[in-house]
């Protein structure tokens, strides 16, 4: 099929680097449930509005390009409104490098997530492996581990179930802006 | 930290998973809509979306420091220390898939390789309405108690969807639309957040009911009208009755339409906003509205021809000596093989027909009957008009 894509997973050419330094900010700083409901639901709001033809062109880069803008726009509107609060934002353009503390919270969560790959099966680990550090295919995994496409599909989605769920049990997925006010905090203002 | 959650966002987070896997490896544009339509189904999907995509990214993270060697790992039997973590996952999969079933029919195959992805898909598709309002009962509170975001109701390319609401009025939904419905106390307000919906209004005189665009509302007592918009215009038609077009409150940054969606409207708003000019609009007219400017000119209520701006409901779309381009755009909107038009002269031929909106090779066969056009195929299944001479040569433009 001509419109048929493969995105080399290695680097993820499909986000820009924007768009890779947000999820993983995402991850770093998101904990708390009420944020991350807040920036779903406006994420949701704007998806619903967007043309379908558009999304459907390159949903996943489209979803993250806004989740991304509400973030960053929220994180500006808290610094304009009420700059006592601590802003540890995710405006990728007004901090390109992540703070120290943020540095650590990656670490951390590195630790944890290669902790969670060690664990898994050695089939499961080498599906992952291959596919994210090696760049192979689900087609050439499949033929190097000798599986059927669908069963490589399932190595990788127990692989992130696994490994997503050791990041909460750590305490630290989960999405939501740290310490910025929401809207309706503001606008209860 | 709570990292227990009930079973259907369990579910939820289990699709989003698999979507996350599947969006990294090759997909068609039919596999494409479906993760869109997926996606719109709820913020619960968007969220567990958003945090399966952050925990791929770390993982694709790790994977890069990983050093194990693949051989020797495919070398290892299966039944190591990673067992615990496989079985947690294993198990609150099962569990999970389990209790969706039972409540939405949803039924998560033990082996996927039994399964196709696309026959699961469409299972999914068919059940979306069951899913959405197990998943608004299993949030929580948290959606429901909010009265800012009601119930959505939306439409997939092609697909037309009638919905009875609780006071007796109804909302039919055109090809790719999405409707939000937050009823209070004193108005009946149903918001259009994308394409086009017919709605036939319940009497209530003490209840105005407003469709509701980007600041812009329609409202009525009790009528039949039809609203549509872009990201440019609000066009409303109405086929009974009489609807008031009028500024509802005037959005200027973001933040002010954030909460704007967030908070429900102000009833009467737009008082101390824009001098708000108020366009009565009869039955048999229309009036089509700039969304950027939401200036409200009641001169410019015109004559409508309801077949041409309603027939949608039933299943005719009526052209009466309209440009080529703009039937084509018409037809597009409902399916997700679009046509396209080669020439700028086919671009601006006229011509008046009545077709099936989900038959777009009505049109084509019709354009080929004049014998100036030729019809490409793309492999995509997309449809290339293209201009030719008498003698069957292409002209280039």
Known sequence: ?189 | MSHRIDHATSAIRMDAQEWVVRLDGPLQASEREEFVQWLRRSPLHVREYLKAEAAWQIMLQAAVRDTADVDALSRQPDASAGKVVDLLAAMAERGGGVQIASRSGTIRPGNGARHGWRGRGRKWAARAATVAAVVLLAAGGRWLMQPVDGQVYATAVGETRRISLQDGSTVELNTDSAVQVRYQRGYRDIVLLRGEAFVDVAKDPRRPFRVMAEGVGARAVGTAFNVRRDNRRLEVTVTEGRVEVEPVETASTNWQRLAEDLHVMLPGAGGDGAPGEVALVSSGQRLSVDLRSKSIDAGAVTHADLARWVGWRHGRLHFDDERLDAIVAELNRYNSRQIRLKSSTLASRRISGNFDPNRPQQLLRFLAMHGDVVVHVNPNGDSEVVPVSTDGKKIRR
């Open chain 1, 1 to 189: 099929m001509a419109e048929d894509y493969e995105a080399s997973s290695f680097e993820l050419p499909l986000f820009d680097a924007m768009g890779r330094r947000f999820l993983r900010r995402l991850a770093a700083q998101l904990r708390d449930g009420t944020d991350e409901d807040d920036l779903a639901q406006e994420v949701y709001l704007r998806l619903l509005r967007a043309e379908s033809s558009r999304l459907a062109r390159d949903p996943r880069r489209y979803a993250i390009r806004v989740a991304r803008n509400v973030a960053v726009e929220w994180g500006r509107l808290a610094r304009h409104r009420r700059p006592h609060l601590e802003l540890d934002v995710l405006d990728a353009k007004a901090a390109p490098d992540p703070s120290p503390e943020a540095h650590v919270e990656l670490d951390q969560q590195l630790g944890h997530m290669t902790d969670a790959l060690s664990q898994l099966s050695p089939a499961r680990r080498a599906a992952v492996l291959m596919r994210l550090r090696d760049g192979l295919s689900y087609a050439e995994i499949a033929e190097a581990m000798d599986l059927s496409i669908s069963m490589v599909y399932k190595h990788l989605r127990l692989g992130l179930a696994a490994c997503q769920q050791q990041l909460e049990s750590k305490g630290v997925t989960g999405v939501a802006i740290h310490a910025t006010a929401t809207p309706k905090e503001q606008a209860e203002k």
